[in-house]
């Protein structure tokens, strides 16, 4: 999401949506590279609070770091 500047709270719905349809899967969501003012709001999101199948890490490195490391659970 680093090329993304701003969100608003429609882009947070949808945004929202699509990570609700991966968990129901179980499928785990590593979001890196986030925009200051994206991650203030994804932050604040009640769907990203509190909810193990869903990182957000601050690059790309870290973000495949964690994800190979939910793989190795599986």
């Known amino acids: 999401l680093e090329n ?3 969100m608003d709270l429609s882009g947070l719905v949808a945004f929202e949506s699509a990570i609700l ?34 990182q957000i890490e601050q690059t790309l490195h870290e973000a495949l770091i964690f994800a190979k490391k939910d793989l190795v659970k599986v």
Do not use: E, M, W, Y
């Not at 179980?26 to 609070?49: E, F």
């Open 4 to 6: 993304v500047p701003t």
């Open 21 to 54: 349809d991966l968990v129901s899967r179980s499928v785990s969501v590593h979001i890196a590279g986030v925009s200051k003012q994206p991650l203030q709001l994804l932050k604040r999101s009640k769907v990203l609070q509190d909810n193990p199948q869903i």
